[in-house]
């Protein structure tokens, strides 16, 4: 079964708007999380992470929330641009050696002018 | 910026015959990845190398394939007798350190005919 997955496959914002992309994840175990972004064509290119000792980590524009007590992980991306367009992931460590990184279904989000 | 290279970018191949991706992580990072990735869908972990073995692999990870890191650049998998249904997008990951993010590559496009 899933270990990490999203709850929307797809969500559409108007530019400048604030995005919020949620993710839920099954293993209490998992110690690191790490959002990534893929683009058409491309490899997925990493945005943020973040460790299960903190519940929030901000970067350029970006935010990761992490909810351990629910199992939840969010990413916030404000004032969402064209660019920002794109297949979002989570991806959680974990597994015996705790070297497998392993991703969830993905969200499409589509931002229109 | 150093970066992960996967060759070939589009590899076409007949069903039953052996192919290898081929892969140059980054050159100080310690643990190496493979993941597969069909079209519209998730990201798979196949198999993560660390110390030169196997540290974790996925139940796709079965006899037919196999990983080699042969010179101390390269990172290869090998699949000795592919299926239709292995037509995917594989990528190459590395990380630094059990802590760190993962750098994808590009991605090879396999397409088994």
């Known amino acids: 079964g899933e270990n990490v997955g999203l709850h929307l496959p797809t969500l559409s914002v108007q530019e400048g708007d604030n995005s919020i992309i949620n993710c839920a994840y099954s293993n209490s175990a998992s110690d690191y999380f790490i959002w990534y972004k893929q683009e058409s064509g491309k490899g997925p290119q990493f945005i943020i992470d973040?460790?299960?000792?903190?519940d929030k980590r901000q970067g350029q524009r970006v935010t990761v929330l992490l909810n351990k007590t629910v199992k939840h992980l969010s990413l916030q991306i404000a004032a969402t641009q064209p660019g920002d367009s794109a297949v979002y992931f989570c991806a959680e460590m974990h597994g015996q050696a705790g070297t497998a990184l392993i991703f969830g279904k993905g969200t499409t989000l589509s931002v229109s002018s | 910026e150093p970066e992960v290279t996967q060759t070939p970018s589009h590899q076409v191949t007949q069903m039953g015959q052996e192919v290898i991706l081929r892969c140059v992580p980054i050159?100080?990072?310690?643990?190496f990845y493979w993941y597969r990735q069909i079209l519209g869908q998730k990201v798979e972990f196949l198999v993560s190398f660390y110390n030169n073995e196997i540290s974790e692999k996925s139940e796709i990870f079965d006899d037919q394939f196999s990983v080699e890191r042969p010179d101390g650049s390269n990172f290869t998998l090998k699949i000795r007798s592919t299926k239709l249904e292995d037509s995917a997008m594989y990528f190459c990951a590395s990380r630094q350190g059990a802590g760190a993010e993962a750098f994808f590559g590009q991605g090879t496009r396999l397409t088994v005919v």
């Open positions: 973040i460790r299960s000792n903190m």
């Open positions: 050159s100080n990072h310690l643990y």
